[in-house]
């Protein structure tokens, strides 16, 4: 079997492949927009069978967020196989080929939403975040005190290059946070919500979310406040809603502290593994990833396993605040797979934890160590693809 890229002429047969395979239909106004979007922004690969389409996947080349670097990010959807061909080997020939491809392109990492996490991490994918979404009736929505600042609220079609701003200063204090261009706020982000900024008494843009209430349910789809007021002033535009709504439905990271510091702060809250990373290219992403040096770790050797991508095999030393791949093995050191790896350096899980559960082996000075490397930042993610 082959792997091709599909040209544009082959569009459609694809989007046929994802309705069946999906269960949905495109309606038919639609479905020149839906084509336009492919060939914009995605790149399609898929298999034939003769001359008609058996399996594709799709594949977004875009960025993401490690603190304050931006690495290339090659995120996959749309993977489907017409059920006669399932079970033929077909997604791993196809996931095994855009591995490479991503690698020679110059992408560090790949991300997906998993329809199942244990198929992906066959493939060397891992969770790296999680979503909480809390619900709240509308006798929790008690205000907090008075903050100077105002709400504006805008639409779509007023989109503000502030709300792009406020974004980029909240993602960067996260890992996996998607890098979002203007368009595709326009195309990905807005649908049918409302934006409401929160601006400082000096008149600055300090924090935002994304809403819409219908049904008498206010449904806050991000909540993004760069301030203590920001956070505050968005919670009170909030509870002005009171009458309005029986229900409020807010997504946000886990240890998001606005839910510890509500007058009662009991509420529904349901914690789920979100989206999926894997390092595509190992040496490129420890080489240039921004370890604690200040810890001053003097050396530390891992060794690495990868069954799907073999150019990350081996073993890397990270010393004098360098990180190298050595061509010969070491008995000491760390050892892990790809997986772990990826769950690590994105923050979803440190290394002491990993370490418990089995997933890295070796000393534990050398964990302690490895520990003092990993920046505390949280991993996150708003995004869907």
């Known amino acids: 079997m082959t792997v091709i890229k599909l040209t544009n002429d082959r569009y459609r047969e694809a989007l046929k492949l994802s309705e069946y395979a999906f269960q949905y239909k495109v309606p038919e106004q639609s479905i020149e927009k839906r084509l336009e979007t492919m060939e914009k922004h995605h790149e399609l690969f898929g298999i034939l069978e003769g001359e008609e389409l058996a399996a594709k996947l799709h594949m977004l080349p875009l960025e993401v967020y490690l603190g304050e670097t931006k690495w290339k990010m090659g995120g996959i959807a749309g993977v489907a196989t017409y059920p006669e061909h399932r079970r033929s080997g077909y997604v791993k020939e196809m996931i095994t080929f855009l591995l490479e491809y991503m690698r020679k392109e110059g992408f560090s990492v790949s991300m997906l939403h998993p329809f199942s996490v244990p198929f992906y991490r066959k493939y060397g994918w891992e969770l790296f975040c999680s979503r909480l979404k809390a619900s709240l009736k509308s006798e929790d929505l008690v205000m907090k005190k008075q903050v100077q600042g105002k709400i504006r609220r805008f639409q779509k079609e007023a989109h503000s290059s502030q709300i792009e701003e406020i974004y980029d200063q909240f993602a960067k204090q996260f890992s996996g946070m998607l890098v979002r261009e203007t368009s595709w706020w326009q195309a990905s982000i807005y649908d049918e919500l409302t934006a409401a900024v929160y601006y400082n008494e000096a008149g600055e843009a300090k924090g935002y979310m994304l809403y819409e209430v219908k049904k008498a349910k206010m449904t806050v789809e991000e909540f993004v406040p760069l301030t203590t007021?920001?956070?505050?002033?968005?919670?009170?535009?909030?509870?002005?809603?009171?009458?309005?709504?029986?229900?409020?439905?807010?997504?946000?990271?886990?240890?998001?502290?606005?839910?510890?510091?509500?007058?009662?702060?009991?509420?529904?809250?349901?914690?789920?593994?979100?989206?999926?990373?894997?390092?595509?290219?190992?040496?490129?992403?420890?080489?240039?990833?921004?370890?604690?040096?200040?810890?001053?770790?003097?050396?530390?050797?891992?060794?690495?396993?990868?069954?799907?991508?073999?150019?990350?095999?081996?073993?890397?030393?990270?010393?004098?605040?360098?990180?190298?791949?050595?061509?010969?093995?070491?008995?000491?050191?760390?050892?892990?797979?790809?997986?772990?790896?990826?769950?690590?350096?994105?923050?979803?899980?440190?290394?002491?934890?990993?370490?418990?559960?089995?997933?890295?082996?070796?000393?534990?000075?050398?964990?302690?160590?490895?520990?003092?490397?990993?920046?505390?930042?949280?991993?996150?993610?708003?995004?869907?693809?």
């Open 229 to 385: 007021d920001a956070r505050i002033g968005l919670w009170n535009f909030i509870c002005q809603h009171d009458s309005m709504i029986k229900e409020l439905e807010i997504a946000t990271y886990e240890s998001d502290p606005l839910f510890f510091s509500l007058n009662e702060p009991r509420i529904k809250a349901e914690v789920t593994p979100y989206f999926m990373v894997r390092i595509v290219d190992a040496e490129s992403l420890l080489k240039n990833y921004d370890f604690e040096w200040s810890a001053g770790v003097s050396e530390l050797v891992i060794h690495l396993k990868d069954q799907h991508a073999p150019w990350n095999n081996g073993t890397y030393k990270i010393k004098n605040k360098e990180v190298n791949k050595l061509n010969e093995s070491e008995s000491e050191g760390l050892s892990l797979d790809i997986n772990t790896l990826s769950a690590m350096l994105f923050g979803y899980k440190r290394p002491a934890d990993l370490y418990e559960i089995g997933q890295i082996e070796g000393g534990e000075e050398a964990i302690k160590g490895l520990e003092t490397l990993i920046p505390a930042r949280k991993a996150f993610f708003y995004d869907f693809f």
